[in-house]
């Protein structure tokens, strides 16, 4: 460990040691290692779409890729020929989606062998190695596996150590303690588009990696150091082996439904990350002022209004349930669906306005920062139904559906992203302000319905 790794690592322990807030002392350990952890994936997220299309599916670098021609042809044996953009465009939609998918299988290994401690240690170490082989051409794909394989170990195990740090009757204290553990998510995603960006602008793609790679070592150096205070399995409380009621069932299938509405929204906000780093370097303006501002710093934009939009909507729905005019779950998730399309439209109307002419970085900045409060609106949301909603026998298997919704998601963004080339820039965000529409009129249509089954409960 260098100097400066010893000294961040320290600085964790002194500030777990002050014990400034009534919490365990492995809360501070959970939170800094997912702060290092978030930061080395949005930073590497942010660089992948751009660092494929710009140079690794290139002549030249292509050919290095170990295994990539049976891959390739895997790959449009199902949709045909496929340009360098559009291949891109697929291999990051597979990759963002199985990030999803393997915590549910991560979180069944955990539970039923190696424990949620060493399951985390494992998924740190895997994804350490995966930002690692980022830097080379040639281990790309074993680098993607590496990554999605961590993911699945440490993503889901490791917020189930931060709910067994609590007793059980202890809901407020967990309740606040999630709410540090996601500001340290925040603070990752923020900051790591703009150090990762920039260092790959100044100094090259690897360079972006590489420190992507130093800051995922710092997190497991962090976890290391906290290891005694983080509990070894996470107890999981049995149910009742009974089978569920004519109620439950509806519950269940209203809760599904949900799910399924807020794939339209997730479909809409994801392209940020895959297509929309291809848009920006195509069609807006590079500079500010003389600046000439990193493609990946836009991303960074969302995550922020994921962060500061908290207390204003806080604020606004406390205005709003004071006159008895708070949506509901549903109204929530059907308002971030018109906020996803308008953000969309943003970009729509730039395209248009501009004509062909470098457009205003502004616009993405609307567009970023309108998607950031779409997703406060309809993904928390969804969470909080989920585990207020569904039967205690369930429960933890429809919190588990609710994230294979990013798991489709993230697929169709891959298939969808493949026919930016083909059109025109408009039209393509046009359509996806069209899906968010469209799940915004689902709960027009039958959002009271889902709401009065799930009160039913």
């Not at 670098?61 to 045909?80: K, P």
């Not at 082989?133 to 394989?149: K, N």
């Amino acid at each position: 460990m260098t100097t400066s790794e010893a000294s961040l690592v320290s600085l964790s322990e002194k500030v777990a040691a002050t014990r400034v807030t009534p919490h365990p002392r492995g809360l501070f350990y959970l939170a800094f290692t997912e702060a290092w952890e978030r930061f080395s994936y949005y930073g590497m997220t942010a660089l992948l779409a751009l660092f494929m299309v710009n140079q690794l599916l290139l002549p030249g670098h292509v050919e290095n890729i170990a295994g990539f021609s049976g891959f390739r042809a895997a790959i449009e044996s199902l949709t045909g020929p496929l340009s360098t953009q559009a291949l891109a465009s697929q291999i990051f939609g597979l990759y963002s989606g199985f990030v999803y998918f393997t915590p549910l299988l991560g979180g069944i290994v955990a539970d039923r062998w190696i424990g949620q401690r060493n399951a985390v240690v494992i998924g740190a170490l895997s994804m350490s190695a995966g930002h690692l082989a980022m830097t080379f051409d040639e281990s790309f794909l074993l680098a993607l596996l590496l990554l999605v394989i961590g993911s699945g170990f440490l993503k889901g195990n490791i917020s189930s150590q931060v709910g067994a740090l609590y007793p059980s009757d202890d809901e407020a204290r967990r309740t606040r303690g999630f709410i540090l553990f996601s500001t340290a998510i925040n603070v990752g995603a923020v900051t790591g588009p703009l150090v990762c960006g920039l260092l790959a602008q100044v100094y090259g793609w690897h360079y972006g990696f590489g420190v992507a790679a130093v800051f995922m070592l710092l997190g497991l150096a962090t976890y290391l150091s906290g290891y005694r205070h983080l509990p070894a399995r996470v107890e999981r409380q049995n149910c009742e082996s009974s089978r569920l009621t004519a109620g439950d069932r509806r519950i269940v299938g209203a809760l599904i439904i949900v799910m399924i509405i807020t794939v339209f929204q997730s479909t809409s906000f994801y392209q940020i990350f895959n297509v929309m780093p291809i848009f920006i370097q195509e069609h807006v303006a590079p500079e500010v002022g003389g600046f000439r501002v990193p493609i990946p710093w836009y991303q960074s934009i969302n995550a922020i209004f994921s962060i500061v939009g908290v207390p204003m909507l806080f604020w606004l729905w406390g205005r709003q349930a004071k006159r008895g005019r708070e949506p509901d779950e549903l109204g929530k998730i059907g308002i971030g669906a018109w906020i996803a399309a308008a953000s969309n439209l943003v970009l729509v109307a730039a395209t248009v306005a501009y004509d062909g002419a470098p457009i205003h970085p502004v616009f993405p900045f609307l567009y970023s920062a309108g998607l950031g409060v779409s997703f406060l609106y309809y993904w928390p949301t969804l969470l909080a139904l989920v585990s207020r909603t569904a039967p205690a026998k369930v429960n933890a298997t429809l919190m588990g559906f609710a994230f294979m919704s990013l798991f489709v998601s993230n697929n169709l963004i891959g298939w969808i992203g493949g026919f930016y080339g083909k059109m025109q820039p408009a039209a393509f965000w046009t359509m996806h302000a069209a899906i968010a529409i469209g799940g915004g009129l689902i709960v027009l249509l039958f959002g009271r319905r889902l709401s009065r089954v799930l009160r039913s409960g």
